[in-house]
């Protein structure tokens, strides 16, 4: 079984990664911009399904690119990549870097136990106060 890995997609500040990281011993933990594998302005498309097909790792997609669910394209990929994808909605754009992190780090039990056991494969995660996971 590929070990299960955590991709934070170009649209979510390395600082996220980077507070993730700092906790995550067992787990390998990527922003798009530490992948050389891929350029500043790889196809959203192109990313997923290397994901997708690597040999070495299950990854796990994080994003705040809000308008990816609603490109049609896109969002097959992401259905037919299979990759499990959170996205971080429209309220973390306006939340302020340091809250930011710390929300992301008191959700991210959740994030982590939804990834491995939930059929479901795209979920939303509010940033509200109750930091819900909800299937989309």
Do not use: Q, Y
């Not at 079984?1 to 933990?29: N, Q, Y």
């Not at 790792?57 to 809000?66: E, T």
Request: charged share 30%; with cysteine.
């Amino acid at each position: 079984m590929k070990p299960t890995s955590f991709f934070f997609d170009r649209c979510c500040p390395p600082k996220l990664a980077d507070v993730i990281r700092a906790f995550e011993d067992d787990v390998e933990v990527r922003h798009f911009n530490d992948d050389l594998r891929f350029v500043h302005n790889t196809p959203d498309i192109e990313w997923i399904g290397t994901l997708a097909k690597d040999p070495e790792s299950a990854w796990v997609v994080l994003s705040m690119d809000g308008k990816i669910l609603k490109r049609a394209h896109e969002k097959e990929a992401i259905r037919e990549s299979g990759l499990p994808f959170f996205l971080l909605g429209s309220a973390w754009m306006s939340i302020e870097m340091h809250e930011k992190c710390w929300k992301l780090l008191k959700v991210w039990p959740n994030v982590v136990r939804t990834a491995r056991e939930s059929r479901h494969r795209i979920f939303e995660i509010m940033g509200g106060t109750g930091l819900k996971i909800d299937p989309k």
